[in-house]
């Protein structure tokens, strides 16, 4: 019971560093992005592959796996970000799946669906599993501790103002002399980065990761978690990320209660749980449980 | 690989009828989008409940393929109307990007509920099995011969409503003009769900006859949807004729990109598509700019 307590904020806390994350993105600067899931895997394969097949040390591997998703948002956001918002939609969404196919075609590379296994963690096998278990979440709490203080710096800097600037009116914001372009790239870049390392934390702590991890419905759970947080809030996206995972195993224990149901049922009503809450919560209460505080209340 | 006319023949050939096939739905999504102004990735589980539909009406009640076809399309129509009266009509008021984000979870919705009743195993609609044809050389399956028949039909169907009818006219008229078009007395809303269930109905038209080429399972929309969504961006989002050529120069680019690259990657051609059209065309090969 406690290995699974601890295991689950350790998902809590990937959970939380890909909402902020997407904060940076969706919730600063206004750009949508559904391919989270795609920057996430990204961050997970380039840090697995660096430190199993070239035994690069862990922390360059994360580094790594945070640069290499960054670096992909970077040429997205360069093609796309002066276009509308719908483009971007596409665009994430697609890079998501490409992602996934890559990674499950690649055999010489990724091993394909087979996955790659065997990731290192830090003192795994010097250490007792439950020890480990701990570090870890000591880990990524402190990450999310300190992209939290980084970030909500960040929201408040010169910067981020910018950034709320061109979320609420691009116009108005490239009037006043701000490269609107530069600093959206900026941000999905920034954003990225932070959604690739969540992901090689991710491949460093399950040991083995496959394509099927990757799959969109993760995405969903980050724009849950968001949504239910308050886009906009820092605060929001740990407090939502927190709500998602309560959710999730919530439909777990309720999903076992019922009988005469199949597995695949028991998780087809998980996924379309998960889906539903998100289209209620975006329609009776968008601005999440922490609205973002600004001077003047913008109007969406 | 390429040695002869023959090959590039047969590459075009397969090509136009991978194309037709994906012409339905991405006819769909850019019929609603433009409309109203969102991308609607529900089309992707459309197609799913489409496909579904359409092998109940077929396998379990014996219907022909052609009738099963209706019952697609019909029933895909009215789970996008209903999907979009409820849960994403709402949104509208919050912008279209809130529209958008709702729609992904509308399809893992739907693809969850066919989940639910059918399960995951894969599904065979009841045909007869056919042998290729051959001309010179060059081999053309009946089966995807008629699905493209059947595309081109419903494309056809379309485009004479479009054309020819008070409701075409009227639908037009809000695509390319919504406040013109209010004072002129068209009621957008029903507009808007006219569109919706003939968007989402073609979807699953679309939806079956990808499944009458393979076989389907809940995911059955959701595999298409990048190729789909290119051929909406590369035709120009919003035009309607663009979505049939776009799917076109997509389902021609897959093949020909298939002779060289993995089948696998056929989605991964629609997606450098969509960044390649993004880069140069924004607009889109028919599209407007704006």
Redesign the interface.
């Known amino acids: 019971m406690e290995a699974y307590l601890v295991a689950m904020l350790v998902f809590a806390g990937l959970y939380a560093l890909m909402a902020l994350g997407l904060n940076v993105i969706w919730g600063l600067a206004g750009m949508v992005n559904l391919g989270l899931v795609g920057f996430f895997g990204l961050g997970a394969y380039a840090s697995a592959l660096l430190t199993t097949k070239l035994l690069w040390p862990m922390p360059l591997g994360w580094a790594a796996g945070a640069a290499v998703a960054a670096a992909a948002g970077a040429v997205m956001a360069v093609i796309v970000a002066r276009l509308r918002g719908d483009y971007l939609a596409i665009v994430t969404l697609g890079f998501a799946e490409v992602i996934r196919l890559v990674a499950s075609n690649e055999i010489w590379l990724t091993n394909g669906t087979d996955g790659i296994s065997g990731i290192p963690g830090p003192w795994r096998g010097a250490v007792t599993p439950q020890q480990f278990n701990l570090i870890f979440l000591g880990i990524v709490w402190a990450a999310v501790a300190v992209a939290f203080v980084a970030l909500a710096r960040v929201s408040h800097s010169p910067f981020g103002r910018v950034l709320r600037a061109v979320r609420e009116d691009e116009d108005v914001a490239a009037v006043a002399g701000k490269p609107v372009l530069w600093f959206k790239v900026r941000a999905f870049c920034l954003g990225a980065a932070v959604v690739g390392f969540a992901g090689a934390l991710y491949a460093h702590y399950n040991a083995y990761i496959a394509p099927e991890g990757f799959a969109p419905l993760l995405t969903i759970y980050i724009v849950l978690a968001l949504t239910a947080g308050g886009v906009g809030a820092m605060r929001g996206a740990i407090v939502g990320a927190l709500l998602v995972l309560l959710l999730l195993e919530g439909t777990r224990f309720l999903a076992a209660a019922i009988p005469g149901v199949t597995p695949v049922q028991k998780a087809a009503l998980r996924e379309g749980i998960i889906a539903l809450s998100l289209i209620l919560l975006l329609r009776f209460r968008p601005q999440g449980l922490i609205p973002e505080r600004t001077r003047t209340r913008a109007s969406p | 690989m390429i040695q002869d006319w023959r090959d590039l023949v047969q590459v075009l050939v397969n090509g136009v009828m991978a194309g037709s096939v994906l012409m339905l739905p991405a006819i769909g999504f850019n019929c609603i989008?433009a409309v109203l102004r969102?991308?609607n990735?529900a089309v992707a589980g459309y197609a799913t409940v489409g496909a579904f539909a359409g092998w109940i009406a077929n396998v379990q009640w014996g219907l022909p393929a052609g009738l099963a076809l209706v019952a697609a399309f019909l029933v895909a129509g009215a789970a996008g109307l209903l999907a979009e009266e409820a849960?994403l009509k709402?949104?509208r008021?919050?912008?279209?990007?809130?529209v958008?984000?709702?729609s992904?979870?509308?399809t893992?919705?739907l693809?969850?509920?066919v989940?639910?009743f059918f399960?995951?195993s894969l599904r065979g609609y009841d045909l007869p099995v056919l042998r290729d044809w051959r001309f010179d050389g060059i081999r053309v399956n009946p089966q995807q011969l008629s699905n493209t028949a059947y595309a081109l039909a419903a494309a056809a169907a379309l485009f004479a409503l479009l054309a020819f009818t008070r409701l075409g006219r009227a639908m037009r008229a809000v695509a390319d003009n919504p406040q013109l078009a209010d004072i002129k007395g068209v009621d957008p809303d029903r507009i808007a769900r006219v569109a919706v269930f003939i968007g989402a109905g073609l979807a699953g038209f679309g939806g079956m006859l990808i499944g009458l080429d393979t076989s389907i399972d809940p995911l059955t929309g959701?595999r298409v949807?990048?190729s789909v969504?290119?051929a909406a961006?590369v035709g120009g989002?919003g035009s309607i004729p663009g979505a049939a050529l776009g799917a076109m120069v997509v389902g021609i680019g897959e093949e020909m990109a298939s002779v060289v690259l993995?089948p696998?990657?056929r989605?991964?051609t629609?997606?450098l598509a969509?960044?390649l059209v993004?880069?140069i065309r924004?607009e889109g090969l028919l599209g407007r700019r704006g």
């Open positions: 989008f969102y991308p990735f849960a709402p949104l008021p919050s912008g279209a990007l809130t958008a984000i709702a992904v979870a509308l893992i919705l693809e969850n509920v989940r639910f399960g995951n959701f949807v990048l969504f290119a961006v989002l993995e696998a990657y989605t991964v629609a997606f969509i960044l993004l880069t924004p």
